[in-house]
């Protein structure tokens, strides 16, 4: 099972837009990502304003910065072997 993930990112964020493109074939097998606008929270804003996106792996906490696509994401979550590579 693959690990739950958060997208940092905000509306009108161009590059958010294709992360979350990059993200749909693998939430298409499985892949859980809940989608976190930045602009919520104060602190979210300062840790990641200049970042974003930014995909974090709940279990560990880990952080991939943009850039990224679906094959390094893959490996990022530690997937290579899986049905979702």
């Given at each position: 099972?693959?690990?739950?993930?958060q997208l940092f990112g905000t509306l009108?964020?161009?590059?958010?837009?294709?992360?979350?493109?990059?993200?749909m074939p693998l939430v298409e097998h499985?892949?859980?990502?809940?989608l976190v606008d930045i602009a919520e929270?104060?602190?979210?804003?300062?840790?990641?304003?200049?970042?974003?996106?930014?995909?974090?792996?709940?279990?560990?906490?880990?952080?991939?910065?943009?850039?990224?696509?679906?094959?390094?994401?893959?490996?990022?979550?530690?997937?290579?072997?899986?049905?979702?590579?």
């Amino acid at each position: 099972m693959p690990p739950e993930c958060q997208l940092f990112g905000t509306l009108g964020c161009h590059l958010c837009e294709i992360a979350e493109a990059e993200l749909m074939p693998l939430v298409e097998h499985g892949l859980m990502v809940e989608l976190v606008d930045i602009a919520e929270n104060e602190d979210w804003v300062e840790d990641y304003g200049l970042r974003i996106p930014v995909l974090r792996r709940l279990d560990t906490g880990a952080e991939l910065d943009w850039p990224f696509d679906a094959e390094l994401v893959v490996r990022f979550l530690g997937l290579e072997n899986s049905h979702l590579s």
